[in-house]
């Protein structure tokens, strides 16, 4: 009956809102109230539904932030606009909510600082979700967002720990001994293979080491997780263990959205509360987009890191679930976390052309200075430029380069741009996406661009842009799918080739090379 009840209600019901343009996970929270009012209402879901849901969502949790850290660097929460960025944000939050609270709602000054520090958090899940989706978790807004969530997530553990009276235990002074282990997990990567293996070795870092293993020291879980990811984010294989773990941490993470609805039915006065916290929620966004311009950060970087930040957290669940002060809190906290998300998520989708609809009263605000990390490239003498250089657009490079001398690749991963400049290919670091990087990059060299990147919004906004700079070299571009054939080429592209079709003709071509020269035939055994 568990599995009746909880995964065809959040199968259908992710299908009824995706048909209305929202992402699935706007069903799967309504699937969990729905099945909170089926418990309550029928008894026909099982006693034990809300204990299961737990359980699965924590460990999705936990396998999202390992997935997390694989693409993390330590040095980036040290950087200005994460560290300075995620205090004053959460400084400002809670001197003005918590005031507003005990004046309105009549409460306690304990508890509504509470409150109000559980409602100053982002959603790391939510938010690590649509930059990993739209595939910006390694560009710079992507690294702000997530650095700043981390610094919040730190945060959270401390109030649990100051208020919930719980002393760390001296084992945690292990956690200062985690570098140790890396080059015994590095080597551990790499005899474990490429296939179930992987995915257990997964598993076992993110929920086992790092899941009860920092449990057992009085450390948080989530934390664990996320540290033992850092761990191995500088191997070769990091991408290739974060992809395996991807099918699995989205069917978990479907549980956590159930979960969050089965964590009480909302009364009329539950309503009133999260509606009106959902009102203000802007503010949320826009107080991040004045912190993180004031960080040098520039329009469009501060505009795009502050939507993937506009969400109330679950870990404010997290803090209220884990203080007792805070029992009666957990429904209308939960159904603030909720409405947030219905909000956030289409926002989310939107918000690069929104930005393009607002730049120019954006950018106003933004200072004379520039951050060290957005000041715009200089593409040198190159002739041929490849956006994105990943798997596919490394290849094109090495294809390329030994024939023509002026090649460039670029990419937004300042890691992945640091690896190709050491391997001696000529990496530039800047974002397709950019609306400064098109404004000031010289094109007046080049004649053939290769649209390489993962993403269909990023080639279609770099087609459109090559164009409108008034560019007419070629523009050759790859698609994964076959519906984004048409819209790229709308965009200004002159071919666009399937990724896989074109493997496929390629393995056909090396076939017909091997018969027409005569192709050894192998002895056979016996």
Known sequence: MFELFSISLAFFLGLAVKQLGLPPLVGFLAAGFGLNYLAQQTGLVPDYTGEVLYHVAHLG???????????????????????????????????VLAPGLRFFLSLDWNVALLVAIALAFSSTVLAAKILETKRELTAFHGRVAIGILIIQDIIALAVLSAWGGQALSPWALLVFALPLLRPALHWLLDVTGHDELLV????????????????????????????????????????????SLWSLKELFLV????????????????????LSLALVLPLKGVLFFFVLVL????????FLGATALTAYSEFGLIV?????????WLVPLALTVALSFVIAAPLNR?????????????????????????????????????????????????????????????????????GHREAGRNAILADAEDTDFWRSVDLAGLEVVLLAMDDIESKLIA?????QRGFGGA??????????????????????????????????NHAVEALEVGAPIRQQPG
């Open 350 to 418: 939107v918000a690069h052309p929104l930005f393009e609809r607002f730049e120019k009263r954006l950018v106003r605000f933004q200072t004379s200075t520039a951050h060290p990390d957005e000041i715009p490239p200089d593409l040198g003498d190159a002739r041929i430029l490849i956006f994105g250089m990943g798997r596919t657009g490394s290849a094109a490079y090495d294809a390329l380069a030994p024939r023509y001398a002026r090649v460039a690749g670029l990419d937004s991963d300042p890691y992945r741009v640091a």
């Open 255 to 274: 549980g956590f959205f159930l979960q969050i609805g089965m964590s009480g039915l909302p009364g009329a006065e539950d309503w009133l509360f999260a």
């Open 200 to 243: 257990l070795m997964g598993m076992l870092l993110a929920l086992v080491l790092g899941g009860m293993g920092f449990e057992a020291i009085g450390l948080s879980s989530e934390v664990g997780a996320l540290l033992m990811g850092v761990l191995l984010s500088g191997h070769r294989r990091a991408k290739e263990l974060s992809e």
């Open 320 to 328: 209220a679930a884990g203080l007792p002060m805070m029992a009666d």
């Open 61 to 95: 949790v936990l396998l999202l932030l390992f997935t997390v850290g694989l693409k993390l660097k330590l040095r980036q929460l040290a950087q200005p606009a994460v560290l300075g960025g995620a205090m004053l944000h959460f400084a400002i939050t809670v001197a």
């Open 295 to 302: 960080f040098r950060l520039r329009g469009r970087n501060a």
């Open 463 to 467: 087609a459109r842009k090559l164009r």
């Open 475 to 508: 523009i050759i571009s790859q698609a994964l799918y076959a519906e984004h054939v048409d819209a790229i080429l709308a965009a200004g592209a002159d071919e666009t080739y399937l990724t896989m079709q074109e493997a496929g003709i390629s393995l056909a």
